[in-house]
């Protein structure tokens, strides 16, 4: 899956959710490994506590990105208390402290990866607002949110922070699912987002926010279920696929219709 997910573009990966430990500490040390090996940039989970003090900071077209990544737990399954480095768990005090260390470091703009809220819940709860909002507050910049497994809306909030200056932040709460085999009640569902930024005097600013919601049709080949992940609205405007049913298409355009509501529910635009 790493390899895969490298052959496909991917240039950092965050490792904190609820299944994080299911195999144990040495497949989560393993896994990070070959993450090194690949030269792809991990969050979330860590060899050791210089390496979770590791900063995470991208330069791109002049613009520092930095990253960080927690989970709401572990099913269950404690993270070694030789090891409290392995697994990021969420702590607001931690992350605060987190964000403050990137901000010394020059990072221009902060995203959190949070695994949080309820599965299957199309709508965030007032504990997964509550805590974004607050770490926007706190200098945060974008929250991506994971774990519900269904899309849920995203905002763009107006905060301020401890100085009394004003901070606008994007608040993604549930992204869905990119690629599983879940099926029905929009679980085979995602949502991309496109954000754009311009930085002006020192100051980065987000400018536009463009959400694309995906599909991911699965069928069968020689046997074998295969997987693709289709942009939603590009698919219906052109409809020349040869592997979708004119049932494929009905059924993607009803739901399309239904999450673009979803994804405004908060106020933000429903964009792609």
Do not use: C
């Not at 269904?150 to 709460?173: F, K, L, M, N």
């Not at 590009?234 to 009905?250: F, G, K, S």
Request: charged content about 25%; glycine content about 8%; hydrophobic content about 40%.
């Amino acid at each position: 899956v790493g390899d895969a997910l490298k052959d496909a573009g991917f240039d950092i990966v965050n490792l904190a959710n609820n299944h994080t430990l299911d195999r144990g500490a040495e497949a989560v040390t393993n896994a990070i490994r070959h993450w090194r090996k690949l030269g792809i940039i991990y969050t979330g989970a860590h060899l050791s506590e210089e390496d979770r003090r590791s900063i995470r900071i991208v330069d791109k077209n002049g613009i520092s990105f930095a990253f960080l990544s927690y989970t709401y737990g572990t099913n269950g399954i404690p993270v070694p208390e030789d090891k409290p480095w392995l697994v990021a768990l969420i702590d607001e005090e931690r992350i605060i402290r987190d964000i403050a260390a990137l901000r010394e470091a020059g990072a221009d703009y902060i995203v959190i990866a949070l695994h949080f809220g309820v599965e299957y819940q199309t709508m965030p709860n007032n504990d997964q607002k509550a805590l974004a909002r607050r770490l926007i507050a706190a200098g945060a910049d974008l929250i991506a949110g994971s774990h519900p497994h269904v899309i849920q809306p995203y905002e763009v909030v107006e905060t301020q922070d401890e100085s009394g200056a004003a901070r606008q932040g994007v608040i993604i709460y549930s992204m869905g699912n990119f690629i599983s085999n879940q099926r029905g009640d929009s679980k085979d569902y995602g949502v991309l987002y496109r954000i754009r930024l311009r930085k002006e005097e020192g100051v980065t600013r987000m400018t536009d926010v463009e959400p694309i919601i995906t599909w991911v049709h699965r069928y069968k080949a020689n046997g074998r279920n295969h997987y693709r992940i289709l942009p939603v609205e590009r698919v219906l405007e052109e409809r020349n696929d040869p592997l979708l049913t004119a049932a494929d298409y009905e059924q993607m355009k009803k739901n399309l219709d239904a999450l673009r509501k979803r994804l405004a529910a908060m106020g933000a635009p429903a964009g792609r």
